[in-house]
């Protein structure tokens, strides 16, 4: 790995965090906070964003890996890493099938799910 690349993650991954801080904010100045309403924005803007660019680079640009880089795993990991987990989700179904999909979505969010509550109940009783 490159100084180059490390470099185009972390700019890219400024940008993007900086820009789930303003969506985040400004939806929910907008709607409130009673609900998740900023999470679920960026995570389907930035799973739409992805998914447009997966498509433009496959059918007319070809960035550099730097720039690749910058945009896909900087910018939007940081914006949302739901972005990501929907790429792998389509290419999971595309390349073993729609049931390796659907167990990949249903262990991602039974395991990340309780892996927070894990770590919440972990530290709780340590700490309390």
């Known amino acids: 790995?490159?100084?180059?690349?490390?470099?185009?993650?972390?700019?890219?991954?400024?940008?993007?965090?900086?820009?789930?801080?303003?969506?985040?904010?400004?939806?929910?100045?907008?709607?409130?906070?009673?609900?998740?309403?900023?999470?679920?924005?960026v995570n389907v803007v930035g799973s739409f964003i992805l998914g447009a660019l997966v498509e433009v680079m496959a059918l007319i640009w070809s960035?550099?890996?730097?720039?690749?880089?910058?945009?896909?795993?900087?910018?939007?990991?940081?914006?949302?890493?739901?972005s990501t987990f929907s790429l792998d989700v389509y290419y999971l179904g595309d390349r073993s099938g729609a049931a390796m999909a659907a167990l990949y979505v249903a262990l991602s969010v039974v395991l990340a799910v309780g892996g927070f509550y894990a770590g919440i109940n972990l530290f709780r009783a340590l700490l309390t």
């Open 1 to 41: 790995m490159s100084v180059k690349m490390m470099i185009s993650v972390a700019a890219g991954g400024a940008i993007g965090a900086v820009g789930r801080y303003v969506v985040m904010s400004q939806v929910g100045h907008w709607f409130g906070h009673g609900f998740p309403y900023g999470t679920l924005v």
């Open 63 to 82: 960035p550099s890996e730097e720039i690749r880089a910058l945009v896909v795993v900087g910018m939007l990991g940081a914006f949302t890493t739901f």
